[in-house]
Every structure is written in structure tokens, then in C-alpha cells.
């Protein structure tokens, strides 16, 4: 990938008057361990916010449970941990790309924790099934922990081993380190 700046590509989908938007936006890529906790997206509404970034499956599920729980501000769909810089929506379900689809979790200290996250994402998905979510198939389905701090790495660590007294088979879910994330947003206004 190149170094400096890299794309993130946001996708606004307006279907009032059929009129579609994409925007793209730069950020900063985040080069070094010590800098993994610079999200690609720093939302300060009622104070300062944390982020959480989760693959287990087809995003927009776990996004959708996300948003409901108390003390998450937003979420957001996109892919991470792959090798091709911006890949298509199309290439990533192709399986060619390497990236998984994933699910940034912006969501407030004071209301909820990292742990908490994670104790629900073990609720929503199976991450005892190494590349597949149901009868979504690939490594883009893969299930994955990426963590922004060594922090969040430790805590990952430890909520996998205890997590896997509730499952039968062995969690087969990876934890890495956040180095990029693809960002896509679909609104869907006027219906």
C-alpha cells in the first residue's frame, strides 16, 4: 500500500429522487502499534468516544445490533485487513482482496466498556467456523478482533478464552492489529 495517505472511501446512497452520492475522505494511516488508538474516524458528541472494530460475518447484522445497544454513538460498515488498496464492494465478495467485512464501533467509556463489545459480539455470531457466517462462505466472512491499542489487544485476548466455555468447538478468531479500514456508509433516505 502507499504510505502517507490512503482513501477511505464513503459511500452515501440517496434513494429520494434516485440521486446517488460518493464521497471519498483521506486519513492518516495508522503506521506504528503506539498509534493504533488514532481511529480513522475521531467522533467527540458527549465527550470522548472509543472505538471498537469487529468482523464476524455479513456487517450489516452486526451493525444493526450494535446501534441498539446503550452507550454506542455510531456505527459504521467497512472492510479491513486486506492487501488491495480501495477494493470494489464487488472484489471483496469476490474473496480476492483479503479483507474482511467489518464493523467500527464508536461507543461512550462512561457507558459502556470494550468487554461489554465483545461479549456481545460472541453473541452474534459464530467464531467457531473458520471463513463462514451461516451460508455466508469466504475470508471476508472470517470472524476477527481488530484491536487499536495494546489495551483492546489484551482484553480481546482475554475475552476469547472466556468466551470458549460457551461453544463446543475451538474459537478460531483471529486478533490483529487495526492498520487500515475501509469505510462504507449507505443511507437510505425517504422510504
Known sequence: ???????????????????????????????????????????????????ATVGGGCFWCLEAVYEKLDGVESCVSGYAGGHVENPSYKAVCDGTTGHAEVVQVHYDPAMTNYAEILDWFWRMHNPTTLNRQGNDVGTQYRSVIYYHNDEQKQIAEKSIANAQSAFKDKIVTEVEALELIILVVVLMIGL
Not at 495508522?30 to 498509534?35: A, G, H, S, T
Open 1 to 51: 500500500m502507499k504510505q502517507g495517505f490512503v482513501h477511505f472511501i464513503f459511500v452515501l446512497l440517496l434513494l429520494s429522487g434516485g440521486a446517488y452520492l460518493v464521497q471519498a475522505a483521506a486519513a492518516k494511516k495508522l503506521d506504528k502499534p503506539e498509534n493504533k488508538g488514532n481511529t480513522t474516524m475521531d467522533i467527540k458528541r458527549s465527550g470522548q468516544l472509543e472505538t
